[in-house]
């Protein structure tokens, strides 16, 4: 951490309190509380962490107000147009752009892990075919620790090599293997000749009995959508997996505990129930109906892919990710999609309402990733499995960063308590 120059004042009842402010490399000066609580017996409140950085990294810059995104210092629209998921997989493991070399061993480390133990086939088989396949991911990751026993010692810098490779090698194995349960047709084994997304497209969409050929622009597409969903810095699924991490628990342990956080609708569930709500819409017509909920307070409803916590501008990803979908549809030849009709509109009209450009709610990344997986034939219930196969990488570089950090300690917030104090217990027949 940064030399501090600069200290915050802080008076309570007439008693002043001297704390160090850091000085990032990029965004605002962060005041250094930890020793609050020791020196004047008080505690922050943050629900919801909107004041709080919970760690310093050196992986992820998000500007929020200029729409910026970077990982290790190269902008997201330069990564989703130059590079490719693997590349931007190991800039943010490793910190750098490899070298030709250091990327070749590295694709083909991550391609020689994609098969799964043939016990864990055993697993999908207990879930009920209608299980949400967030649901089966969050349970076949969990269970790898009681699978890869040689790369679950976090202490070991080999294991948590191996640990990190195998994750996010055999992520999109286990997405498509949830997907192939969920629709009653047989597993398709990872073809090694395939690159990181043709695989998975393979994996999902061929069957035993014929030849199935990867469309390379639709490859492309997704292997976009992966580079565009890597890493997203401090999110919920991020700080829950640093969480679960901080304890000592196992990598495949605090991997699926980051599924489940993403699994939520205000997170990576966006994406699906952004394209279950274009279809509720349905028709061009019915919207000012659903901007009209959407405003109003008493209703819960809100634009679903529109609105982030940190974007106030626009959303980088969101303007890749639409000439994506742009360049989708017209190969698919499906540009006049009632879906996409409907995106469009909701699009022009929300943003030219004032209610929607005063508390700066803009289309996220989720609004139109959904519209091209779509278009790729995927469920909306496998939109989140593949955000959560793409977020992996970054999930497990913010877990090495963390374990690397001698500074690590249990998280462990604290509570503005407003329940009953002390009182004595009252027997049943007295109450
Ligand atoms: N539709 C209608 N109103 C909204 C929306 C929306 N999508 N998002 C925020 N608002 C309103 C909200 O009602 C509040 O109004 P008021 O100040 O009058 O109470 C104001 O905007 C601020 O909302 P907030 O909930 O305090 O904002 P937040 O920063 O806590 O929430 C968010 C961010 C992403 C959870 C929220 O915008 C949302 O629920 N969006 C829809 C879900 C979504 O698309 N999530 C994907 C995020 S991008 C992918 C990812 O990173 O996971």
Known sequence: MAENTKTAKLTIDGKEYELPIHSPSAGPDVIDIRKLYAQAGVFTYDP???????????ITFIDGDKGELLHRGYPIDQLASKSHFLEVAFTLLYGYLPSADELEKFESLVTNHTMIHEQMHYFFRGFRRDAHPMATMVGVVGAMSAFYHDSTDINDQHQREVASIRLIAKMPTIAAMAYKYSIGQPFVYPRNDLDYASNFLHMCFAVPAEEYQVNPILARAMDRIFTLHADHEQNASTSTVRLASSSGANPFACIAAGIACLWGPAHGGANQACLEMLREIGTVDRIPEYIARAK????????????HRVYKNFDPRAKVMKESADEVLALLGIENNPTLQVAKELERIALEDPYFAEKKLYPNVDFYSGIILDAMGFPTSMFTPIFALARTVGWISQWKEQLADPQLKIGRPRQLYLGDTARDYVNIEDR
């Open 296 to 307: 109003d307070k008493s209703d819960p409803f809100r634009l679903m892919g529109f609105g």
């Open 48 to 58: 919801g962490f909107t004041s709080t950085a919970s760690c310093d990294s050196t």
